[in-house]
């Protein structure tokens, strides 16, 4: 077992909550905001994250951090930092303790840098979810639930993505390593019964935010009084989910097991780049710097998730408008980023790009 100083409680811990969840990822934004959610419902939570530095690193310990004040002491969490593709430690964690559900979040994420390194998404994201799912069969795992993405739609004609829909044309690395995911998903669903669901994320933005993303690049850049790179007429439009949203469909695919199935998690409706500029504007309170570029070759002018698969079979609906999204959001910049966590712009993640994710 890695002896981090994150680790937090002793091997062989008793399962003192409802249910054991292994969280892969669980310093990350959205996998701090799951555990945090099963955290307060009175959950048990074991969290797996390398600590990579993709984003500055102080972003994922302050996430840390306000998991362990937030976590009351009859609750349990557990931190260990460690790569899930590394098998002795993987197996060790299981072994120590035991988790009945697995919330695999950690990934390497992005879709721009995985074109320049397609190696390290191909070692995280396949191998590490293969490694996950192969101990979740071999521990008799309940349900085995992990992120996916929309990326997976890369070369759909359609701009209304639904699960139906035949995909097999992802355009980056990072949406091939998502879609291998899903293949095998399937296949250990086939072989083992291990029942799983895949969920393929829109574009996820809100407090912890990953500041590679354009949700937390805008606000960043409109608040310092910095240039923002419109690609287009500002026509383009995207589904953008609140975390919380995301967080309540997580936590419905956890507690309803399907055999195997793959969801659709996003807002269900889409909002333009001009519209999200000045929605931005109105909560900083301050104008943008726009510098109009022409569009990017292979971007899509408009996608929406087609979320009534996850209406049907969860009960999955999100109900955060993108109007209080970006206000929320700006709230915790201001009173959390900029106070506590504040980080160099040269030291975030690269580049000016549209959401990616
Ligand atoms: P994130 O980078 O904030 O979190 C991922 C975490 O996984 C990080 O803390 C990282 O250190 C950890 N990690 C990566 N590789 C690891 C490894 N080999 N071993 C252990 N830990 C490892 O990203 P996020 O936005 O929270 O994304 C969570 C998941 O959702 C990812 O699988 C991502 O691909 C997927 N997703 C996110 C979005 C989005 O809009 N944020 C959209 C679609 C899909």
């Not at 931190?79 to 695999?104: K, N, Q, T």
């Not at 190696?119 to 008799?140: D, P």
């Amino acid at each position: 077992i890695n002896s981090s100083p994150h680790r937090r409680a002793s091997a062989m811990s008793p399962h003192l909550g409802l249910k054991k969840v292994l969280v892969t990822g669980g310093a990350g934004f959205i996998g701090s905001s799951v555990a945090m959610h099963l955290l307060a419902r009175g959950d048990s939570v074991v969290i797996v994250d390398e600590m990579n530095d993709y984003y500055d690193v102080r972003i994922k310990e302050n996430n840390l951090r306000r998991l362990r004040e937030m976590c009351p002491p009859e609750h349990h969490l557990v931190v260990y930092v460690g790569d899930i593709c590394d098998e002795e430690f993987m197996l060790s964690v299981f072994e120590a303790e035991r988790p009945r559900w697995v919330c695999h979040m950690a990934a390497r994420a992005g879709v721009r840098p995985s074109i320049q390194d397609p190696f390290v998404y191909i070692h995280s994201n396949i191998r590490g979810t293969t490694h996950l799912m192969e101990l979740s069969h071999k521990f008799g795992i309940e349900n085995f639930v992990f992120a996916s993405s929309s990326s997976v739609y890369g070369g759909s004609k359609s701009t209304f993505f639904s699960e139906d829909e035949c995909v097999d044309n992802p355009v980056s690395p990072y949406a091939a390593s998502k879609k291998a995911c899903e293949l095998l998903a399937y296949t250990y669903h086939h072989l083992y019964r291990l029942n799983v669901t895949g969920l393929r994320f829109f574009t996820v933005y809100g407090p912890r935010g990953r500041p590679d993303m354009a949700p937390f690049k805008f606000i960043d850049r409109v608040s310092r009084g910095l240039e923002l790179q419109q690609f287009g007429d500002g026509s383009s439009s995207r589904d953008y989910t609140y975390i919380d949203d995301i967080v309540d469909g997580i936590v419905r695919a956890i507690d309803r097991p399907y055999p195997y199935q793959v969801f659709n998690l996003g807002k269900g409706s889409g909002t333009s780049l001009r519209e999200f500029i000045s929605i931005v504007e109105k909560h900083v309170g301050r104008d943008a710097i726009v510098n109009v570029l022409p569009d990017q070759p292979g971007d899509v002018p408009y996608t929406c998730a087609d979320v009534s698969k996850a209406y049907d079979l969860l009960g999955y609906s999100a109900t955060v408008s993108f109007d209080e999204g970006i206000r929320r959001t700006v709230r915790w910049y201001e009173d959390e980023y900029v106070k506590n966590i504040c980080v160099e712009p040269e030291t975030q993640a690269n580049g000016m790009g549209r959401a990616a994710s």
